[in-house]
């Protein structure tokens, strides 16, 4: 099991990775101005289901396929990218509308936003090949199941993720629901949301392990 000393410190070692800019900030940042607080809650709460992902891979051993393979690593990222251009597409392609008489912003269904936080983080493989380089280093046999360390670690990871992005979406959702009340902000930040999910889409498709 995990000492308490190496928890609290892998934990302040997770809150500083999920501060670190990078696809995941942007993508709930930009999910969270076009749809609201409340919505970016629900992508931040998939982003984190995706982790559960990423940290079972680890535990039984499957993230090393990735990084062994150059065929596998390069079908996930590409299925990455392509699903951000459609989410880049669906965003150019959004009418504007205003809400004057109420200040709640237009929200997809919550089964949505759920499923696009899942993708977004599953289709990444950097994020596995990180756990695979990362929980390992705060595991040892000498205290246990390596494979149950590891996915204590991965809660950890998951809890620090969901209050640094949680944080993210509720004051990014604030302030997206104010523009939406104006019919030519909403439609830059929708061109702007837009543009940003293309330059992920190019970022991940060019990436390397």
């Known amino acids: 099991m995990l000492t308490y000393d190496l928890a609290l410190s892998f934990f302040g070692i997770a809150v500083l990775l999920a501060l670190a800019p990078g696809p995941d900030n942007l993508f709930v940042l930009m999910q969270s101005a076009m749809w ?5 809650l629900v992508v931040v709460l998939g982003l ?6 990423h940290t079972l891979a680890v535990a039984v051993g499957l993230a090393a396929i990735f990084a062994a393979s150059e065929t596998a690593f390069t079908v996930l990222k ?5 699903y951000l251009l459609y989410l880049a597409w669906g ?7 205003t809400h004057e008489s109420t200040s709640r912003a237009p929200r997809l ?3 949505t936003l759920f499923r696009r936080g899942i993708i977004m983080n599953l289709t ?3 994020v596995s090949l990180f756990f695979l380089a990362f929980l390992p280093q ?8 390596v494979a149950l360390q590891t996915l ?6 998951m809890l620090a993720t969901l209050l640094v992005f949680g944080a993210l979406a509720w004051f990014s959702g604030t302030l997206g629901e104010r523009l939406q009340k104006s019919h030519t902000l909403q439609r830059l930040l929708n061109r702007f949301a837009g543009i940003v999910f293309v330059g992920l889409a190019i970022k991940l498709a060019l990436s390397n392990r």
Do not use: E, M, Y
């Open 152 to 157: 204590s670690l991965g809660a950890l990871f």
């Open 48 to 53: 984190c289901t995706g982790l559960i992902g």
């Open 138 to 145: 705060f595991t040892s046999p000498a205290r246990g199941s």
């Open 109 to 111: 269904a919550t089964g």
């Open 91 to 97: 965003a150019l392609r959004a009418p504007s509308h």
């Open 124 to 126: 990444n493989p950097k």
């Open 36 to 40: 609201g607080r409340r919505s970016g």
């Open 78 to 82: 590409l299925a990455g990218a392509v």
